[in-house]
């Protein structure tokens, strides 16, 4: 759905705006069977490993969206920002990934990701073309949608016990330190440049916000098949 042309309320910024106006999106990815089954520590291990897989993807795909932002961006302060960004999933994220599929015995991904499933492709075509086609704005509220989510269900579920190591190493990833500092620059690079943009770049900002979090959900069924 695209939303109706977007107004940026006075008091509150427009990343808590556009949560709140896409609660129905929002609430589906973060209440997903896949982030029920973390949560209540019953995921699949068939599951996990078919997820693994497909986020491996996903990471290398937002290392690309991430680089294409940081050639859009018109600050130094934009581009430490997205260096840093950069830094810690080549580093953190894929690091994890080489480690985990060492511990749990599995053949790294193929890298043309050929293999994927089209719920794993759809959340991959459309970060892809968002990052060539969109404005950094447009950029930076899609990923919003992807690091909130993430920082939002991984934080609530890291206190819950997740007796399989690499899962809960996965999800404590994404809780606190530089993920969650990632999470408040990205909200304040949307919160600020609401201020001045036009109605039709706001609209844009929105619908890129709540068509990553519609792209997210088919990724997470994609692992139960
Ligand atoms: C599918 C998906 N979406 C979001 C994130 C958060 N980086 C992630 N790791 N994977």
Not at 120 to 135: E, F, P, Q, V, Y
Not at 195 to 202: I, N, V
Request: hydrophobic letters at 45%; aromatic letters at 10%.
């Amino acid at each position: 759905m695209i939303p109706a042309e977007t107004t940026p309320p006075a008091a509150e910024g427009f990343s808590l705006t556009i949560r709140a106006r896409n609660k129905d999106a929002w609430d589906a990815m973060v209440g997903h069977r896949f982030v029920q089954d973390v949560r209540a520590d019953r995921l699949p291990d068939a599951v996990f490993q078919r997820y693994l897989r497909y986020e491996h993807a996903f990471v290398e795909t937002a290392v690309t969206v991430f680089a294409q932002a940081l050639a859009k961006a018109s600050t130094t302060d934009q581009r430490r920002r997205l260096a840093t960004v950069l830094h810690g999933l080549v580093f953190d994220q894929i690091d994890y990934f080489e480690a985990v599929f060492r511990d749990l015995r599995m053949a790294p991904t193929d890298e043309a990701g050929a293999s994927l499933p089209d719920g794993a492709k759809g959340l991959r075509d459309g970060a892809l073309a968002l990052a060539a086609n969109g404005s950094l704005p447009e950029i930076l509220a899609g990923m919003l949608a992807a690091e909130w989510a993430y920082e939002t269900w991984c934080t609530e579920a890291s206190s819950h016990p997740i007796s399989h190591p690499s899962l809960k190493a996965w999800v404590d990833l994404h809780v606190g330190g530089a993920f969650a500092e990632q999470v408040v620059w990205l909200r304040a690079e949307i919160d600020a440049a609401a201020l001045t943009a036009s109605p039709a770049l706001l609209t844009a900002m929105e619908t890129a916000f709540r068509r990553t979090l519609e792209l997210e959900l088919p990724f997470h069924d994609a692992p139960y098949r």
